[in-house]
């Protein structure tokens, strides 16, 4: 986000430390209704959201938890119906 101290951050370590500079970022979601969030329809729209996202102008890598890379993130470690990646 432009105009945050974390911005600044990136900016100076980009003109200083450009090999090592870059920010990274939590996706969280949780179902209204308490679905499980491996529930097939709520994979299913996650997956296309955090494909938007790995497509996005800058993003490096996405490790979807729905997927064999990302699995060791654990999407639905304690209740179910939170995610995260």
């Known amino acids: 986000m ?3 101290e974390s911005a600044t951050a990136i900016e100076l370590m980009q ?5 090592v500079a870059g920010a990274s970022g939590i996706v969280v979601w949780q179902t209204a209704d308490s679905s499980d969030v491996t529930a097939p329809e709520i994979r299913d729209h996650m997956s296309d959201v955090l494909d938007s996202i790995a497509h996005a102008p800058g993003a490096v890598a996405v490790d979807s938890p729905y997927t064999t890379a990302g699995a060791h993130q654990g999407v639905c470690k304690s209740n179910g119906v939170t995610g995260l990646v």
Do not use: E, L, M
């Open 2 to 4: 432009p105009d945050t």
């Open 15 to 19: 003109a200083n430390a450009p090999a």
